[in-house]
């Protein structure tokens, strides 16, 4: 892995742009955000489809209470797309092995002394069992994360995401050489095989276990990090079969479940990609995410 600052001017004396080539020799976007008698470095690892701007407001608020945030672009998205999306050749299995290995490094190099921390929502979750030196850090919370199968979905999405894996994913990766999903109003625009393999671990029960097999499964087992899996009752894609399903593969972890209903979010509508919102600064950053980074 190697790493150079990015040569162009930052608003923020505190923020600051980081270019991160994996070990395949991928480039990856970063962004880190230092913090004042910093605790912790967090690696915040985004959904599919959500590039990391969306969470700088979380994490300058996670900044401004002592942790060092990491946020990326998965190779293939966001900033990280380097070349035509029709050439990008990753896979989801890529990005755990090679994008979220070259961010633990990174966070080592930057900062030695500190423990290491992993937020992944939904996909970035997911990565967790995909990535081979994940037990190097101290721990992980998990927003809104399931296996993605589609059966088990929560009714809202069980109801047309069949469509989707059935029709328009294979027939508009096969024409346009990757997912159009912007067009589609559809996730947003993937390469090819992430979305070939994401669609094969959907229509299985097992997701991406059941599909990979014995050394994917394996790996998932060997995760011995605590997890916390903070879920979200009025999630419209992850029902709670999906979320137990996911956190089921993590047989070597202690995983703490918490199932917040619209009472613990001032009856207020999360969803799947809601809890990022500025809004939720206070029911959900700072009394149910932040306790948990401060232990």
């Known amino acids: 892995?190697?790493?150079?600052?990015?040569?162009?001017?930052?608003?923020?004396?505190?923020?600051?742009?980081?270019?991160?080539?994996?070990?395949?020799?991928?480039?990856?976007?970063?962004r880190l955000f230092t913090a004042p008698q910093a605790k912790s470095v967090v690696i915040m690892a985004g959904a599919m489809g959500v590039v990391q701007q969306c969470y700088e407001k979380f994490a300058k608020f996670l900044s401004e209470n002592h942790h060092h945030v990491i946020t990326f672009d998965y190779v293939g998205t966001g900033q990280s797309l380097n070349t035509p999306l029709k050439h990008c050749k990753t896979d989801i299995l890529g990005w755990g092995e090679q994008d979220c290995n070259a961010?633990?490094?990174?966070?080592?190099?930057?900062?030695?002394?500190?423990?290491?921390?992993?937020?992944g929502h939904s996909v970035g979750a997911q990565l967790l069992g995909m990535t081979s030196n994940i037990n190097q850090i101290k721990q992980a919370i998990t927003l809104a994360a399931g296996s993605?199968?589609?059966?088990?979905?929560s009714p809202p999405t069980k109801k047309m995401v069949w469509f989707l894996w059935y029709f328009v994913a294979p027939i508009s990766v096969n024409l346009m050489g990757y997912f159009p999903g912007k067009k589609l109003n559809m996730v947003g625009d993937l390469p090819a095989n992430v979305m070939?393999?994401?669609r094969r671990w959907c229509l299985n029960k097992e997701y991406a276990v059941g599909y990979e097999g014995k050394t994917l499964r394996n790996q998932y087992a060997t995760v011995n990090i605590p997890i916390t899996a903070i879920s979200f009752e009025d999630d419209?894609?992850?029902?709670?079969?999906?979320?137990?399903?996911?956190?089921?593969?993590?047989?070597?972890?202690?995983?703490?479940?918490?199932?917040?209903t619209q009472e613990d979010t001032q009856g207020q509508f999360v969803g799947h990609l809601g809890w990022f919102r500025e809004k939720f600064k206070e029911p959900l950053w700072a009394q149910q995410i932040l306790p948990i980074l401060n232990r």
Not at 114 to 119: D, N
Not at 148 to 153: A, D, L
Request: net charge negative; glycine share 4%; hydrophobic share 40%.
């Open 103 to 119: 961010m633990l490094a990174f966070a080592q190099a930057q900062y030695p002394d500190l423990p290491i921390q992993w937020i």
């Open 1 to 30: 892995m190697s790493v150079h600052a990015i040569d162009t001017p930052l608003t923020q004396s505190d923020i600051s742009d980081h270019l991160i080539t994996t070990q395949n020799g991928s480039v990856l976007s970063t």
């Open 148 to 153: 993605g199968y589609w059966r088990e979905n």
């Open 196 to 198: 070939r393999q994401w």
């Open 236 to 260: 419209e894609m992850m029902s709670k079969a999906n979320i137990d399903s996911l956190h089921g593969f993590f047989s070597g972890a202690n995983v703490t479940h918490q199932r917040l």
